[in-house]
């Protein structure tokens, strides 16, 4: 039985989701931009591994995947694992070493040199160096591969267009027949020569073959066949097929209706191989229910349920991995795994336990062909992921290392505390989730809480790394907010009955499950029961509309995304509707219209009184886009709740453009801070549109205002008026402007301040008068202050200097070429100084990255600035007079009249 009902969360678990949306050390950069690990294949050796890294890449707006390879023994001599990176293109996946060692194969989409060749295709690398080089150039591109032998892969790919097919490209006409049966075209295995590229056909079937393993011997391959487009309901099962490569012979395997295995491992013998299957009570929905364990005996031809001995909660989403004597399983356990070991015997499997606590938590386990090395990821809720190699034997790990470090940026990050937290739910029963703590917790006050909740239904929140554009819990634990994420009635890894208690109730439980988990936070005094949230995506969105039309006046926020308000339409609209609505609305809504009706939050909308912030892609057909519109329609016409509604064009039903999902969980954190925290007003939310962070005038409005002493710029130290100063990067602190006259008097009694310019820059000094204020100023406030260095200057400049500083490109209105300037030049110096230079500050500041830090004015203008260097005091960066040429090696001397100083302060 296919497992499709997790489709409506399994594309949000894997996503590994930038900007800065309140105060703190947590960025929206730190959660989008991480790396994952993936696609992990060991080498017949056990000493090499490949593996895939992927990257999120916001300037190609996409995440991009390239492949590694680890050696467990430095080649190189050391104690520790060696990594190289061996592709670089971003578009490279599922690599697998050949049976003898020699050679990698991977699927990339690279460019060809066939002109023929469309989609991925095969290439192949030598371990040893070299650039990859192309295996096949199918029309269609390659669909998936495995090595068949040393020297041939097997590979599924479309044949080429037909006639017909070419017809309608060449006259443009793009009409689609939904769930053409006619133009089902199939997908056949076939195998190519890896070094000849020869290319022939292994079957003649119809239909499509989808997932396929050869046996270790290459003389079977078992493999999967969907004879039908249509899979809107149960009655188009897949087929399994063992193939006799000798013979050409295929016979149908797992013939029992409903039975539809996939996931294939076989032994290392060959003697056999092991799979996994969906179980539920109404298999005819495909209805969620828990994963079965299969063997099958090639001998024999015979297949049988591998004992679990596991009560009714079966395989876990860790998965199964085959090792030498038997199989690994992570077993489901709710919030976390139980790892077991089955020996297989003569007469069977006898189960042992695995005594390595790592396994509880580790969602990956990935076995090589010697049946003991071993990958696996290990995390918990707030422990980011570990990436392990070890060996594996028996059910123990003997060995093992840090296969590579990921997401290093982490490390000096304060994490939230998390834990599994229990209590009393529907019926009675025992319910779990994850609570993330606010980074500030203290255990004498009740915080704000956000309920954060998982898609499926089926799908479960476990004790695991958790960090991605729906999850996101350090931006809220920063903003001083627990955030609950509950296991409620119908989420899967809790076994069969807990899964499947919700059909023909939906609803009835989960709510109640998620309501009476805040209350036992509440009542602990933990949680201000005032100030709550609720969010989700997919499933987590429909009971996050659930609750506020039940509980009208427990939220003060909501952000529900891709979520549905409307069964009756759901049923033709889903692309697996069918299933999922007869499994859990107990048939067709022409049969249980009332409850249809009943059961869909559209109806009830008046209730509503939350604040609600809807996200949906347009091409999302798990939940169809018509459902975000029949909902902010709804809401924006009744009018008893503020609403926002965010449409993310060609998206599906998960976000996959990097800028789709920063703006959503940039809109999350703002929706929340208006409506939950009452910080920003939507009013003010609008107001900052008008001008970006980088403008001069936010970044005036956003920083603290220089300092003014009886109405001039500057600070009274000592009774004497002084620079103000500010601080860089915790490593400079310097003047925030040029010294003034009024400042430079207090030292020089004869120096000329005309009425109205005691805050131009003072002007016209000799490195030796510069020297001298300085060393005064010291004297007179007993701090350090000195002239800056040359590299301190270039570095202001390069990191504050101003859009549009007092140069002569000022002056003439646009940047000049180098004869432009001297012409212009000459212009400017029959001008008086007075004419020329202006107050401090005048022109807008520069600033740090993203408009951090505080403002210093004038670093690329107005006067140059004494700077110390190796061969004494020098005058440097521009002047109202001089400009320095991008393409010269050197700038112009500025001329005394235009010179001036700005001061550094040791800490």
């Known amino acids: 039985m296919r497992t499709c009902l997790l489709a409506l969360s399994a594309l949000l678990w894997a996503a590994p989701l930038y900007g800065q949306p309140t105060d703190g050390p947590w960025t929206i950069d730190h959660v989008l931009t991480q790396r994952s690990l993936t696609d992990v294949n060991i080498g017949p050796d056990g000493n090499r591994v490949l593996w895939v890294k992927e990257t999120p890449n916001p300037e190609a707006d996409e995440t991009q995947s390239d492949v590694y390879l680890t050696y467990r023994d430095n080649p190189h001599g050391g104690d520790s694992t060696a990594t190289l990176q061996l592709t670089r293109t971003g578009d490279n996946r599922s690599p697998r070493w050949s049976p003898d060692g020699e050679h990698i194969a991977f699927v990339s989409s690279r460019e060809t040199e066939a002109a023929d060749a469309g989609g991925a295709q095969l290439w192949r690398l030598d371990p040893r160096g070299g650039a990859p080089k192309a295996i096949t150039s199918v029309e269609h591109g390659v669909r998936g591969a495995r090595w068949l032998d040393d020297d041939r892969l097997l590979f599924t790919a479309r044949e080429q267009s037909t006639r017909y097919e070419e017809h309608l490209e060449q006259t443009e006409d793009d009409a689609d027949v939904i769930e053409d049966t006619t133009l089902y075209r199939p997908v056949r295995l076939f195998t190519v020569h890896v070094e000849t590229g020869e290319v022939t056909r292994v079957t003649d079937n119809d239909h499509q073959i989808e997932e396929f393993a050869p046996s270790p011997d290459g003389q079977s391959v078992v493999y999967s066949l969907d004879d039908s487009p249509i899979d809107a309901d149960a009655r188009n099962q897949p087929h399994q097929f063992l193939l006799n490569l000798d013979t050409g012979a295929a016979t149908e395997i797992f013939d029992e209706q409903y039975l539809d295995p996939s996931n294939f491992q076989w032994t290392a013998d060959g003697s056999g191989f092991y799979a996994t299957d969906g179980y539920s009570s109404d298999p005819e929905h495909e209805g969620a229910g828990i994963t079965k364990l299969y063997h099958y005996d090639r001998a024999a031809r015979t297949y049988q349920e591998v004992p679990l001995d596991w009560g009714d909660k079966g395989v876990g989403y860790g998965g199964y991995t085959v090792v030498d004597g038997g199989v690994h399983v992570q077993l489901a356990d709710g919030p976390t795994f139980e790892p077991r070991f089955y020996r297989k015997t003569s007469d069977g499997w006898a189960p042992e336990e695995v005594a390595d606590e790592r396994f509880d938590h580790a969602s990956a386990f990935t076995a090589g062909p010697d049946g003991e090395t071993v990958v696996f990821s290990h995390s918990t809720a707030d422990t980011p992921p570990s990436y392990r ?519």
């Open 389 to 907: 190699v070890g060996t594996y034997r028996d059910g123990a790990l003997q060995r093992d290392e840090t296969l590579t470090t990921l997401n290093e940026n982490l490390d000096d990050l304060p994490i939230p505390r998390a834990e599994v937290v229990r209590w009393t739910g529907a019926n009675g029963d025992t319910v779990n989730g994850i609570l993330h703590y606010p980074l500030d917790y203290d255990p004498d006050r009740a915080y704000p809480m956000m309920t954060v909740i998982h898609g499926g239904p089926s799908g479960v929140d476990l004790d695991a790394w958790s960090l991605g554009w729906t999850v996101y819990a350090p931006l809220l634990a920063q903003r001083s907010a627990f955030v609950f994420r509950p296991n409620y009635h119908g989420s899967g890894h809790h076994g069969l009955d807990f899964v499947e208690s919700i059909k023909g109730k939906y609803y009835e439980l989960e709510v109640p499950d998620i309501v009476s988990g805040i209350d036992s936070l509440a009542a602990a005094g933990t949680v201000d029961r005032d100030s709550l949230g609720v969010m989700g995506w997919s499933n987590g969105a429909i009971l996050t509309t659930q609750l506020t039309i039940e509980h009208p006046e427990l939220f003060q926020v909501a952000a529900p995304g891709a979520g549905d308000v409307n069964w009756t339409s759901d049923y033709g609209n889903c692309a697996f509707g069918v299933r999922f609505d007869r499994s859990y609305f107990k048939g067709a809504p022409w049969e249980y219209t009332e409850h249809y009706i009943q059961k869909s939050p559209l109806f009830e909308m008046p209730k509503v009184q939350t604040p609600t912030l809807i996200h949906h892609g347009t091409e999302d057909r798990a939940v169809p886009y018509e459902q975000g519109w029949e909902y902010y329609r709804a809401l924006q016409q009744i009018g008893n709740a503020p609403v926002r509604f965010l449409s993310y064009p060609g998206e599906p039903h998960g976000l996959r453009e990097l800028s789709h999902q920063r703006r959503k969980v940039a809109e999350d954190p703002k929706w929340i801070d208006t409506h939950l925290f009452g910080e920003t007003s939507m009013q003010e939310r609008v107001s900052e549109r008008l001008l970006a962070d980088d403008a001069p005038l936010s970044l005036l409005e956003d920083t603290d205002a220089p300092a003014r002493t009886d109405g001039h710029h500057g600070v009274r130290v000592n009774g004497t008026l002084v620079p103000e100063t500010v601080t860089l990067s915790d490593t400079l602190t310097v003047g925030r402007f040029e010294v003034t006259r009024a400042q430079f008097q207090a030292f020089a009694d004869d120096h000329d301040v005309p009425a109205g310019t005691a805050d131009y820059p003072a002007h016209g000094l000799s490195a030796d008068r510069a020297q001298a204020y300085v060393d005064w100023l010291s004297e007179q406030t007993g701090r350090d202050y000195r002239l800056p260095t040359a590299a301190e200057l270039a570095a202001l400049k390069a990191a504050r200097a101003g859009p549009s500083e007092n140069t002569p490109a000022y002056w003439a209105g646009f940047s000049p070429n180098p004869d432009e300037y001297r012409a212009l030049r000459t212009r400017l110096t029959q001008h008086p100084t007075e004419a020329l230079l202006m107050p401090v500050g005048s022109r807008p500041a520069g600033h740090g990255p993203n408009g951090a830090g505080p403002l210093v004015y004038d670093v690329g203008g107005n006067v140059a600035e004494w700077a110390r260097t190796e061969d004494g005091p020098q005058p440097q960066n521009a002047s109202a007079l001089t400009l320095k040429d991008p393409k010269a090696e050197t700038a112009p001397t500025p001329p005394r009249r235009v010179t001036g100083l700005r001061v550094v302060l040791d800490q």
